[in-house]
């Protein structure tokens, strides 16, 4: 059971949006940052969302990230096959005085 | 360039131990935070621990399912961070990254490419 919690699944069709949404607590999202994370097969993960809403260079304007209150969405627009991954939210957590991830959102490009 | 090459996984027996190294190059390691982040089969992110760097101390911080079996230090000297596993269990079975990060947060930006280990009888 993971502290944040994000959708098993999620999928769309090349040229839609998509959102993930990561719901957490006063802990973790309400007073820190949020970290978006894509995993393609078979790779290590790759830092796609940073400070909530911020992408490191070389990450597509297609992916942008928001936080309102105890939850955090990645919304990825201009679907593309490549897109076809599976993606993590984490952030530090005051309680637990470590970082808590997502259980991670599977995302499929029909 | 930034690199982080992770290597020492393996077969171990449960309640056996093991010592993991990641090999750090291109940035300089003496001032960066290390984390651990370890993946079992077909599951999610887990945070396992991270290392502060020198001149912030370089004191350690481990999740709750790790404390007290798993160690954390680093070796500026070879630019490698090391994580000491004791007391393996069966959960513990995992691919384990290296990744470097900042502050009190999930801000990881450079990973190594993991390293399996896999602990069963």
């Known amino acids: 059971q993971s502290v944040l919690t994000q959708p098993p699944s999620a999928s769309g069709t090349p040229g839609q949006r998509v959102t993930i949404s990561c719901s957490g607590s006063?802990?973790?999202?309400?007073?820190?940052?949020v970290y978006w994370y894509q995993q393609l097969p078979g790779t290590a993960p790759k830092l796609l969302i940073y400070?909530?809403?911020q992408r490191p260079s070389g990450v597509p304007d297609r992916f942008s990230g928001s936080k309102s209150g105890t939850s955090a969405s990645l919304a990825i627009s201009g679907l593309r096959s490549e897109d076809e991954a599976d993606y993590y939210c984490?952030?530090?957590?005051?309680?637990?005085?470590?970082?808590?991830f997502g259980g991670g959102t599977k995302l499929t490009v029909l | 360039e930034v690199q982080l090459v992770e290597s020492g996984g393996g077969l171990v027996k449960p309640g056996g131990s093991l010592r993991l190294s990641c090999a750090a190059s291109?940035?300089?390691?003496?001032?960066?935070?290390m984390s651990w982040v370890r993946q079992a089969p077909g599951k999610g992110l887990e945070w396992v621990g991270r290392?502060?760097?020198?001149?912030?101390?370089?004191?350690?911080d481990y999740a709750a399912p790790v404390k007290g079996r798993f160690t954390i230090s680093r070796d500026e000297s070879k630019n490698t961070l090391y994580l000491q596993m004791n007391s393996l269990k069966t959960e513990d079975t995992a691919v384990y990254y290296c990744?470097?990060?900042?502050?009190?947060?999930?801000?990881?930006?450079?990973w190594g490419q993991g390293t399996l280990v896999t602990v069963s009888s």
């Open positions: 291109g940035f300089t390691f003496r001032n960066a935070w």
């Open positions: 984490a952030a530090w957590d005051d309680s637990l005085s470590g970082v808590v």
């Open positions: 290392i502060k760097g020198k001149t912030d101390g370089g004191t350690t």
């Open positions: 400070r909530n809403n």
């Open positions: 006063s802990s973790n999202i309400r007073s820190n940052y």
């Open positions: 990744t470097t990060g900042e502050g009190n947060s999930g801000y990881f930006d450079y």
